[in-house]
């Protein structure tokens, strides 16, 4: 099975940050002029609008919404209204929430949806209206102004409004991703109105792309609230639209939709509090099941070819587990032992330092009957000095979501239903294998890799971590923490550093290629079956310093990855 890795949209080449910011890595991340607030997204006209709702007199919970927004206009093959999110936000008060805007399939799906002639289809769940979850990123961005922003509704959608109205230039990324769904998007009239031209081939690098219903949409929302979309124009259309083409959402599933607040998962790690998002999160459960295991190793210490293997052991025993327990919590259960220390502790005696591990299947951990949690990407990470951080991760899925523009509303919807589990064992187009814990139920949210991390020492928020790339977002998360709270590289050099992935099924290590051949010869050596990945994901963090200087940082592989080819 190929692991599909989806990328995310870099910087417009063609436009500069303002002089308010410090730009790094090409303008994806960015501090205040006077250093009291940090931006990191994957777009510089996005970053720029955290940067300038901060200006503005807004937190960082304002630039957050602000970033999401312009990249609802800009990175609509990643996010968008259309699609939800996971957030963890860290307070100035010091309180942590984790803030479920997860898509929910509609009141008439079911178990068996995807089956044809006893077989499942796997277009239906990736392509079309059967392939869209009621979207909820609008819920929680409401949410979140109104709970601890300093900005208005407006303030954060109608800057957003004006660029979709206006137009930007699609940059090489972009024209890519387009170019790559452009049979599939040319079958809705709607989304190839917008994203192709009159001769139905994708729009190249440099055309500026108009998007006016959406801005229509977008104003609409400001004036009017979440209500708009849920219970006025946005959800009729959406309804009309899927009775006549086939679709299962109703007016009343997006009336019904509510976001949900989360205990989040916390978890020590050697000096540190991670805090991470729960179920239908894998995330947060398996970034601290890794990180409880990797703490039995010194990882300072090994040699680089054996901290990678440690590394991906204990990824693999993890993505057994993912596979067999995690699902929606509101529907099944999903045991706390998952990130019981002791727990861990048995998993990393199993792991030898000279050879692979073979995992045949899941663990069980302690208290697994009882003990229970309570009912394609971008990461966007924003933090202040008054003590505000926010760890954002949305998608619509993969590539322009479900391919789908409701008429009139210029909103891409996602494809989010694929991440159930169509049918146990039958691989998702991520590869992920699945049980029954994550099949579909009326109602139920699909399981996710998205992992927002917030990390406290003594208390106090110190870094904030997340990334995209499908199932390589919790790989990506522990890297990028060990890295810099292990290793204690430098931010840059801890994301730039070689990745690998292991996600169980299929039994490969995934290596990007800028690996080193000896380190990569090791670890065949000792049993890995090593597969070569092109660098891919993207992670965005901030850290702060002891004399209380941030520092930002995007995924440092985006300008490389945004060159003309």
Excluded: C
Aim: glycine share 10%; hydrophobic share 40%; no cysteine.
């Amino acid at each position: 099975m190929t692991l599909l890795i989806k990328t995310l949209k870099p910087v417009l080449a063609a436009i500069a940050l303002s002089t308010a910011m410090l730009a790094q890595a090409g303008g994806y991340s960015a501090l205040t002029e006077q250093g009291d607030g940090a931006v990191a997204t994957v777009n510089a006209l996005a970053t720029q609008a955290g940067i300038n709702a901060l200006a503005k007199g807004g937190n960082a919970v304002d630039a957050a919404v602000a970033a999401a927004l312009t990249l609802g206009v800009v990175d609509s093959h990643n996010s968008g209204i259309g699609g939800g999110l996971f957030a963890v936000v860290h307070w100035a008060d010091g309180r942590v929430e984790a803030i479920d805007g997860r898509e929910m399939a509609p009141a008439a799906a079911h178990r068996d949806m995807y089956l044809r002639n006893g077989k499942v289809d796997g277009d239906l769940s990736v392509t079309g209206p059967l392939a869209i979850g009621v979207p909820g990123s609008i819920a929680v961005f409401e949410y979140l102004l109104k709970k601890g922003g300093k900005l208005s509704y407006a303030d954060a959608l109608l800057p957003a409004a004006d660029l979709a109205e206006q137009g930007f230039a699609i940059d090489n990324i972009y024209a890519r991703r387009l170019k790559g769904m452009q049979q599939k998007i040319s079958q809705f009239p709607a989304s190839a109105k917008v994203l192709l031209d009159a001769n139905g081939q994708a729009w190249p690098v440099g055309h500026k792309l108009v998007q006016k219903d959406l801005a229509a949409t977008y104003r609409a929302i400001a004036k009017e609230g979440a209500a708009h979309f849920y219970q006025g124009d946005f959800a009729k259309k959406t309804a009309a639209w899927m009775k006549a083409n086939g679709g299962l959402i109703t007016e009343q599933d997006m009336a019904n939709y509510q976001l949900k607040l989360r205990e989040p998962v916390v978890s020590q790690y050697r000096d540190y509090t991670v805090v991470g998002f729960p179920p239908p999160s894998s995330g947060g459960v398996h970034v601290a099941q890794i990180l409880n295991i990797l703490e039995h190793f010194d990882l300072t210490a090994l040699p680089a070819t054996e901290r990678y293997h440690v590394v991906a052991e204990a990824m693999k025993l993890a993505f057994a587990d993912r596979a067999y327990w995690l699902g929606d919590p509101d529907y099944v259960k999903v045991p706390k032992g998952l990130i019981d220390p002791s727990y861990a502790q048995g998993l990393a005696k199993s792991i030898s330092l000279n050879k692979v591990l073979t995992v045949a299947s899941h663990g069980t951990p302690p208290r697994a009957e009882y003990d229970l949690f309570g009912k394609h990407t971008t990461h966007i990470a924003t933090a202040d000095k008054a003590g505000n951080w926010v760890a954002i991760t949305t998608t619509v899925n993969t590539d322009f979501g479900s391919k789908v523009i409701i008429p009139g509303t210029g909103v891409v919807m996602n494809n989010q239903m694929d991440d159930f589990s169509a049918q146990p064992g039958v691989p998702n187009i991520y590869g992920l294998v699945g049980t029954e814990a994550n099949s579909i139920q009326p109602g139920k949210r699909p399981l996710s890799s998205m992992s927002p991390t917030i990390v406290l020492k003594g208390g106090k928020p110190v870094m904030t971590i997340g990334a995209a790339g499908g199932p390589t977002i919790i790989t990506q998360v522990v890297q990028g923490l060990i890295n810099h709270l292990d290793l204690q590289e430098p931010l840059h050099e801890a994301i730039a550093m070689p990745r690998i992935h292991h996600q169980w099924k299929p039994n490969n290590l995934y290596v990007e290629k800028t690996m080193p051949p000896a380190i990569r010869s090791g670890l065949e050596a000792k049993g890995h079956a090593t597969k070569t990945l092109w660098p891919y994901g993207s992670t965005q963090a901030i850290v702060v310093d002891s004399q209380g200087q941030f520092s930002s940082v995007a995924e440092p592989r985006l300008k490389e990855r945004n060159k003309v080819q």
